[in-house]
């Protein structure tokens, strides 16, 4: 189990001379003080909260008035105003390597998910014996893999309960696939099961291309032209491959991985950049194949449940690094107020169709019983630069000139029917590309009338981009309305930005 949040805090003896929000200040305030002053509207979980009421703060520490009973020290005052007089810089978490080596040591979990590359003739006999009981369960079962797999999309509640594009999406689908091992567990004999990862950075694995795993047929309709018979489909395996490297689904993953708040992990909320999680997420849908191209049926695509325990594993992964595995954490990583309100707004938190809330999923360890193995080959670990749109001018900051960010923005998705593809292409050639997500009649989807308009960001060197003619097209996965070339206007005349990245040192 990670360390306790407030084992990260500053000394109370030596002042900090270059704190940061990531690294100091968020740990400074205990629960206690959080509750005390949220009662006077002071949310001291929030950054920018705090800042805006960092003179406040500081004259009541440095009066020794705050907290009642046990003031601050001098030392952290001291750290408080080196904190305010620097700018207020957020920096980056310094507690995660407590955290990580906490977790090696940590009491063995209950549900350890694995690299499905690891398993053992034995796991993989277990695992074939739990997913051939669901599918041959009876369709109106709740364990049986047509429920399941329906709560996704169709036929269950078609836009309704599916969480996608919006801060609820990583929260959801771990509650989701916490279900399904659940029901996998229903089958005599497989008690014990875990649901293993793909790491989608590494080759499709083999043992997904054979039965139970390589396919699934609906038992009756769901709807869409989606009828009893209906085989899942994918791709050939090469395609597969070369779509995820196309799409470049490493590189979205590794920049996620690179960010400290909720919003820039994910992207696309909150008018964030979007080229980390769910870009990598919509990609990898996109290069799989038909059905996973597509949300009314992808989870039918036994594929669907190996794929997306490796998003809610890199989504552990990134709260264990930041040191934000518990609520309190997460909450000082959260920047903007939609994404704070799913977990601090009573009514925002419930996930239909689960009884799990968002709160109760935060800490996955703890509260699931769930943790995951690391990758067998971390090949394509590297480390990305953090770079920005903007940045703090209270601290220097250098322009990165060999680096340019495309932005193609204002697309009204709602126009487009269903999943497409945006290309960024250089005298007529395809530099660059991205998958979105999105079911058949997105304007029928609750979930995505909330954001219809979205944006692509393409992090290119520059040199890729410069002395050529430019121009972007909007590809929809089913090209018998307008063909493969979705035209502009029709979607809202989207528009294209080309800027610098900055960073600090
Ligand atoms: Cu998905």
């Known amino acids: 189990m990670p360390a306790a949040f407030t084992s990260s805090a500053p000394s109370k003896t030596t002042p900090v001379a270059d704190p940061t929000w990531y690294g100091d200040i968020r740990y400074m305030f205990t629960d206690t003080d959080i509750a005390h002053m949220g009662n006077q509207s002071l949310d001291l979980t929030s950054y920018d909260a705090v800042v805006a009421s960092a003179n406040g ?30 700018g207020f810089p957020k920096g980056t978490d310094t507690g995660s390597k407590v955290a990580v080596a906490a977790l090696a040591a940590a009491a063995p979990v209950g549900r350890i998910r694995k690299d499905i590359n ?3 003739p034995p796991e993989i006999a277990l695992l074939k014996q739990a997913f051939s009981g669901i599918m041959a369960k009876n369709p109106t079962d709740p364990n049986s893999y047509f429920v399941q797999a329906g709560l996704h999309w169709l036929p269950a509640h078609p836009g309704l309960w599916c969480q996608h594009h919006v801060p609820a999406y990583n929260p959801w689908h771990r509650a989701f696939l916490l279900g399904f091992e659940n029901a996998l567990r229903s089958v005599p004999g497989c008690e014990q099961v875990t649901l293993p990862y793909w790491d989608i950075t590494t080759p499709f694995p083999d043992v997904l291309k054979s039965a139970p795993f390589d396919a699934y047929t609906l038992p009756q309709d769901i709807g869409q032209g989606y009828n009893a ?6 791709f050939a395996y090469p395609t597969i491959e070369a779509n995820l490297a196309g799409f470049n689904v490493t590189g ?14 994910h992207g696309l909320l909150d008018n964030r950049p979007n080229n980390t999680i769910i870009s990598a997420h919509d990609s990898g849908h996109g290069s799989i194949g038909p059905t996973m191209s597509d949300p009314n049926a992808a989870a039918f695509d036994p594929v669907f449940w190996f794929f997306h325990a490796n998003w809610d594993r890199l989504f552990w992964q990134w709260q264990t690094e930041m040191n934000a595995t518990d609520l309190r954490g997460l909450l000082t990583t959260i920047e903007s107020a939609a994404s704070k309100a799913i977990f ?10 689960f009884t799990l809330k968002t709160v109760d999923i935060v800490d996955s360890v703890k509260s699931l019983d769930v943790d995951y193995q690391p990758p067998q080959a971390r090949v394509a670990e590297m ?9 703090f001018a209270a601290k220097p900051f250098r322009v990165k000139t060999d680096m340019v960010d495309v932005c193609v923005s204002g697309i009204n998705r709602l126009k487009i029917p269903g999943s497409f593809t945006v290309h960024l292409l250089k005298d007529g050639q395809p530099i660059a590309s991205r998958f979105f997500f999105q079911p058949t009649e997105a304007e029928k989807c609750s979930t995505c009338v909330q954001n219809a308009t979205v944006h692509f960001n393409f992090e290119l060197p520059l040199d890729a981009v410069k002395d050529g003619q430019l121009s972007v097209q909007v590809e929809p996965v089913d090209k018998s309305f307008v063909g493969a070339n979705f035209p502009s206007k029709m979607m809202g005349n989207p528009k294209v930005d080309v800027r610098f990245l900055l960073h600090h040192d």
Request: hydrophobic share 45%; aromatic share 12%; no cysteine.
């Open 229 to 234: 018979g209906y085989v899942t489909k994918r």
């Open 383 to 391: 480390k990305v630069a953090k770079l920005q749109q903007s940045a």
């Open 118 to 120: 690891a398993l053992q």
């Open 57 to 86: 703060i500081y004259g009541q520490v440095s009066a020794g008035l705050m907290p009642p009973g046990s003031p601050w020290s001098a030392a952290w005052t001291q750290t408080f105003l080196n904190w305010m007089v620097a």
């Open 344 to 353: 601090t707004v009573s009514v925002l938190e419930s996930m239909t169709p």
């Open 252 to 265: 979205d993953i590794n920049r996620a991985l690179s960010k400290n708040n909720w919003e820039d992990f």
